[in-house]
């Protein structure tokens, strides 16, 4: 897949950056020369221009990108109309951040398959770690259902999956049991995505669950 990612300030460099570790094909566009310059070795390509200017767009291929993120920090109307241009020139898929409710409801009007809120969300994931430190990651996918990681309490040392009666108690699903102790040959963490009922849960493994907010919470109090 080719990504672009428009605006590198700190989101958009480190977008850039993953992307790039993860072996993908990376355009990033910026007004800023220095910060082209500065990026220039973690991108495949790195571009200054104007991302508001159609054709420029339309001479570096953007028609050819397969998801563009829109991370732009001057002004609101800027990516909105960048937004909306990439859409307009039929990039397949759009996310834009934004700062607030409205600006991504306009993002989202003018056609971003996805806004997303890189400060609201990581201060709602630094609260989470602060009120419930026994859950080590939590990500809202849509209000009211979160996917969480969690440790398994001592009272479930020993049984089944199906014993533990997480789903029937709880009502929640367990997607993943990740080991911190096991590792695999490349000495990354031991991760079973396809867990049977007869899975024998250690006291201190992750088991990774989705589910409505409050029976995750119910569970956790075990």
Known sequence: ??????????????????????????????????????INEIATHAVAMDATDEKALKAVGIENIDVAIVSIAETLESSILVTMILKELGVKTVISKARTLLHGKLLQKVGADRVIFPERDMGTRLANSLVSPDIFEQIEISPGYNIAELEIPHSLDGKTLNESGIRKKFNINVIAIKSKNDKNAKGKISINITPTPNHLLKEGEIIVVIGETDKIEKFKEL
């Open 1 to 38: 897949m080719q990504f672009a990612v428009i605006g590198a300030g700190r989101f958009g460099t480190s977008v850039a950056q993953a992307l790039s570790q993860k072996g993908c094909e990376v355009l990033v566009i910026d007004s800023d020369p220095e910060k082209v310059q500065e």
